[in-house]
């Protein structure tokens, strides 16, 4: 059975950026076609990020997309999340996930990540 | 934008008892592409239902799904002590691809 984990600094300070590595163990990252970024914040609840394509194609919510980057990373079986110029609402916990039939099947542990100097 | 609004914001029912959790869209949204999860303190959203009625793998079958166009509804047939929990639909459609609902709670009476 797949498991996603999330890693990154669970501080970050305002103006920089986030960044963060989702690993995926139990089976190949290729499997699947597409892989999303999930947070969650007391104030805005769940809110996708954005998704990446084995081929690298990205989505992005036009909320963030100004600021977010998606890599995949096959060779390692992982993917990434840049997301630049944080602030405090950009606190929250971050979670990957893996997309099924229109939806997200399989979830990380989630990571929460504060921004404050 | 696709605005899910979930009703009510929090349930207060016993165990033994039905569940029933609305979930009303801001435009209508394909069958296939509606979806519900489970979410437990300090736990990560589980995936219960997709395509508006298929039970995810392992989920029992006390929960189902059912709805067109607007408005969608997650039943619980028979509340079990570890269904109390909160519970979000969500939606694939329209730039954002993934919308959220604001989530139902589901606690003990």
């Known amino acids: 059975q797949v498991q996603l984990q999330e890693s990154g600094p669970g501080l970050v300070k305002p103006s920089e950026t986030l960044s963060l590595t989702c690993a995926v163990s139990g089976g190949s990252i290729s499997t699947r076609p597409w892989w999303s970024w999930v947070r969650q914040s007391p104030g805005k609840g769940l809110e996708w990020i954005g998704e990446?394509?084995?081929?690298?194609?990205?989505n992005y919510n036009p909320s963030l997309k100004s600021r977010v980057t998606i890599l995949l990373d096959k060779s390692n079986n992982q993917f990434s999340l840049k997301l630049t110029s944080v602030t405090a609402a950009d606190t929250a916990v971050y979670y990957c996930?893996?997309?099924?039939?229109?939806?997200?099947?399989?979830w990380g542990q989630g990571i929460l990540v504060t921004v404050s100097s | 934008e696709i605005v899910l609004t979930q009703s009510p914001g929090t349930l207060s029912l016993s165990p033994g008892e039905r569940a029933t959790l609305s979930c009303r869209a801001s435009?209508?949204?394909?069958?296939?592409?509606l979806a519900w999860y489970q979410q437990k303190p300090g736990q990560v959203p589980r995936l219960l239902i997709y395509g508006a009625s298929s039970r995810a793998t392992g989920i029992p079958d006390r929960f189902s799904g059912s709805g067109s166009g607007t408005d969608f509804t997650l039943t619980i047939s028979t509340l079990e002590p570890e269904d109390f929990a909160v519970y979000y639909c969500?939606?694939?459609?329209?730039?954002?691809?993934?919308?959220f609902g604001q989530g139902t709670k589901l606690q003990i009476k």
């Open positions: 990446i394509y084995q081929s690298g194609s990205t």
């Open positions: 435009q209508s949204v394909s069958s296939r592409y």
């Open positions: 996930a893996r997309n099924g039939d229109y939806c997200h099947d399989s």
């Open positions: 969500q939606q694939y459609g329209p730039s954002p691809l993934y919308t």
